[in-house]
């Protein structure tokens, strides 16, 4: 049992997509998929004390060994974003089931569930294999699902969003597939441990270059690099609450998973920074994404399209992070990777529980709705807080080792850039404060509710994790700084 | 209450949290019983390190106390408790709690033993102080705070730039002497400036406490700027530049406080120029001085605070506070008149007044260190302030023409707070020991010897003769409350002749390179922002502008490897 978990943490996710199909009641499906979720996380966390035990965990699908057959890979930075992915699926799909009643009709249910289920599979998928093609393979089941969950929200606008989602996705998943095409054929393998030996002997080969930068471009486009992000907003906007919650807090993670896997222990450190200009552009790309993305979230008057610009810019920052090229920085990708998810899960899923009593994130909508839905315009607040980089919260400590990362390189300027990136996200969640505390309601919503409990508690998990994390590092510092460790480790 | 590793600041978040919870009477009492209790607790603190705990390794200390917290904590209680008092008549649930959580983040500041708390508190006071601004709910006060909180809030974002970079560069983030060296110092100098009020940062004060509430700027007053004190005098001691700061503090708010209309503004003028004579004792930096800084803060938060209480009851009362269409209220409010008198003689530096045996001590080390032109320049503002806060203030409120206006005392909250304030201000004028036992060093000074009691009180008689003669002789329409006793008519008339038309091109300079870089600031946001609010589809973009983008990308990415 115990050596075959890392294939047990995709298995199960995707053995119970079918299932529900065969269960067809929406309220069935609702638990079960649940249930699947925990049995996922519970693997998760015994991947990460077995990682912590035996080291790195190295899984033959069917008992073929490596070079034939498909390997998974399971070390403590996979372990760590399968807990972050597990353990954020399960708590959205706590209030998936009020969210979606509210949202679509009940025999569409099932099939957003399933949706759901293939897209974690997918996402799993990729965080648990050590073949490349393989990752292609889940990407490729990650985004159909998406595309398909997106497709679901109730405005109409969600169609054409995942249509330019899904030709955007495909243009991404494309451009990876050249770039795996081409290291198979210099190398001859898809394993990434055999890639990672075989690619220095032919490193200084156009083939090569190429091959890099399509995959990257790819990558790029795959966690919405800026520019590459156009068709995230509206992605977002318009996804029913709970794939948005679940797609913004996970899938653009685990994007960013592949680009430092394949960086870091494929390509290399020596390669990737030094032979590639991946500085240059990562750190321009990343500082533009976030400046600019944060003023184009200030205009924005749909509040979930704010916050999907804001995703982009944070995005920015990680990417920031990435590409300083030290330690530090990346210890700092890493916290904002988890620390990120925390705050987007804890904004879209108190969104998600206004929508459900409003029906509308528009920011005039959201007048009054301070004293009306305290508990739920507290979670925004605290969530928009972390994303300013309030100290007390988990913003606040990736933000400090980003800017610690930037001043160990001594590069000034974009450490003050960074902060105006700050200054900026304090005007968009203003913005926010300022209509539901101080503008009286509108006339005809007077009498709103709070949220659901199904969905508050759920939202308010995430809240308290955004404060636990900002005081207590020791837990996400400590993995954050051990990963950064390993990936430079693998590079030497 | 009982255990020393509770920091100060504690019960007054408890007290608020409770007093959010109850109402009537029961809230004020929690109120009053607050600083009552804490302070009680604060007695019984040691000094040392009381609570402390790691994080991202380093050493957090949320509650430090040594012989100079303590002193400010002592204060900070003492007009906590004044101010609930004054404030008791008040129903604005809004304001009672601000004002206590106001209150504890002040304690919390001058407890604070590194900078990361510092910091936290920094910016807390700047939010709960502003809703002292906004609980007036005018489109003006709501401007006012607006610009209040973006001011303090900024003066709390350079403060936290200037931690990161010191603890990066000295590897700790206690806060303890830092002086100017480095970039890192500067921020943190710069941060605490704003908070401070140094001149050309000044601006917050004299825009935003005249808007607050009649019972809101008494609070503000006695917090913010202190708070500050505290920190130049822990962190920045003996910093020459802070003598010229505090120099330039003391006299310039005096030529506005003159042209001033408005009674609570000039009070706030009056406040900065208080200051600057704790910023130059701070700058000095020795042991007088230093006691004499802290001490004149202690007093100053007493006296200043009894004047804003005396205008803030008469604006209670009239609903007016410019000094043209007050006057003769002396006969209506004849005990709101002395008190006020008191905290007028006070600032003015009577002797037996407490204001005397704390200035007296700063001007004594500005002359024993060899700064005798600061000496002079304090000794003129000295009686600047005799002119414009221990004349102009209860002479155009309460005496001057006949306003007509005919009131009562105010209620009996007030009163007895103002009281409280007077019979301090007299017990410390008379028996300073008491004052100078709780000061961080001793230095056996004693403020009544001849020389200083004979130069003051000249000072005084002449600054009062002069006023007097000028009135007797008209020369002075009483409308226009702008007289400067101490200064040659040459100067009143030269030095707005001179300043007006300097401080015109000044602000008409300022406003063009402001306005020019706010369209050059829109122009490029208008470029960036390619999606507009409507956040209709038509305005996002089509796929294939996308793929351009991602044909750029990677074409970019292929010329830079090829390269």
Known sequence: ?????????????????????????????????????????????????QVNLHGTLVYSLGGWEAPIGIEYRVDELNAYLMILVTSISTITIMAAGSSLTKEMAESKQTYFYIAYLLCLTGLLGILATGDAFNVFVFLEISSLASYTMIAMGNDRRSLWASYQYLIMGTI?????????????????????????????????????????????????????????????????????SIATVFLAATSTKVAIYVLLRFIFSVFGFEFS??????????????????????????????IKRLFAYSSVSQIGYMILGIGIG?????????????????????????????????????????????????????????????????????????????????????WWPVAVLVLIGSLLAIAYIWRLVEVAYFKPALQNNQSYKEAPLAILIPAWIFVIANIYFGIDTSFTVGLSERTAELLFGVAK | MWMPEMPAFAPFFIGALIALFTQGKVRQAILLITPVLSGLHLLTVPVGTMLSFDFMGFQLEVFEVDKLSL???????????????FALHVKDTLQQISGLLYAGSAVGAVFAGDLITLFVFWELLAVTSVFLIWATRTERSYLAGLRYLIIQVLSGVVLLVGIIFYAHEHNTIDFAKIGLSDTASWLIFIAFGVKCAFPMLHNWVTDAYPEATPTGTVFLSAFTTKV?????????????????????????????????????????YSMINQIG??????????????????????????????????????????????????????????KTAILCMVGAASISAFPLFSGFVSKSMVMTAAINNGYGWAWLLLLFSAAGVFHHAGIKIPYFAFFAHDSGIRTTEPPKNMLLAMTISAVLCIAI????????SLLPYDTGYNPYDATHVLTQTQLLFFSALAFVWLNLKKMYPPELPSVNLDIDWLYRRLFPAILTPFFNTFWAVDRAIRKSFMRGLNGMLGMISRHEPDGILSRTQLSGSMVIWVSILLAVFLILSFW
């Open chain 2, 228 to 268: 500050a004190v505290y920190a130049l005098a822990r962190a920045y001691p003996g910093t020459e530049l802070l003598v010229y700061i505090g120099v330039t503090m003391a006299c310039f708010p005096i030529f506005f406080a003159v042209i001033e209309n408005d009674l609570r503004r000039v009070l706030s």
């Open chain 1, 326 to 410: 030290t330690k530090t920085g990346l210890t700092a990708t890493m916290l904002h990777l988890f620390n990120h998810a925390l705050m987007k899960s804890a904004i879209f899923l108190a969104l998600a529980g206004l929508v459900y009593r409003v029906g509308s994130v528009n920011i005039k909508a959201f007048a009054g709705l301070g004293k009306q839905m305290p508990w739920t315009m507290a979670a925004i607040v605290v969530g928009g807080l972390s994303l300013i980089g309030m100290p007390l919260t988990v913003g606040f400590i990736s933000k400090w080792y980003l800017i610690l990362a930037l001043l160990e390189s001594n």
């Open chain 1, 1 to 49: 049992m115990i050596q075959h978990l890392p294939i047990l943490q995709v298995i199960i996710p995707l053995l119970a997509a079918p299932i529900c199909f065969i269960l067809k009641e929406a309220r069935l499906v609702r638990w079960f998929v649940l249930i699947a979720n925990v049995m996922a996380f519970v693997v998760s966390i015994m991947l990460l004390q």
């Open chain 2, 71 to 85: 002193l400010f904590g002592y204060i900070f209680h003492i007009a906590a408790f004044i101010c609930m008092l």
């Open chain 2, 429 to 436: 004028g008379v028996y300073p020991q008491a004052l100078y």
């Open chain 1, 273 to 302: 920074f030094t032979h590639m200009p991946l500085t240059e552009i990562l750190v321009s790309l990343g500082l533009v994404g976030v400046i600019a993305a944060s003023v184009v979230a200030i205009y924005q008057t749909n």
């Open chain 1, 172 to 240: 991404g998943a494309t451009f990876i597939l050249i770039g795996i095409g081409l290291m198979y054929m210099m190398t001859g393998t898809l394993n990434m441990n055999d890639l990672a030996e075989r690619l220095p002997e032919v490193e200084q080969t156009k083939t090569v270059f190429t091959a890099f930068a399509f995959f990257l471009v790819g990558v790029c486009l795959k966690l919405a690099l800026f520019p590459l992000h156009l068709w995230l907003p509206n992605a977002y906007a318009y996804a029913p």
């Open chain 2, 277 to 334: 004579f704790m910023v130059v004792g701070i700058g000095i930096g020795t042991t007088l001085a230093i006691n004499g800084a802290v001490s004149h803060a202690f007093n100053d938060i007493l006296f200043k605070g009894l004047l804003f209480m005396s205008m803030g009851a008469v604006l209670h009362m009239t609903g007016k506070i410019d000094g043209s269409r007050l006057g003769g209220l002396y006969k209506s409010m004849p």
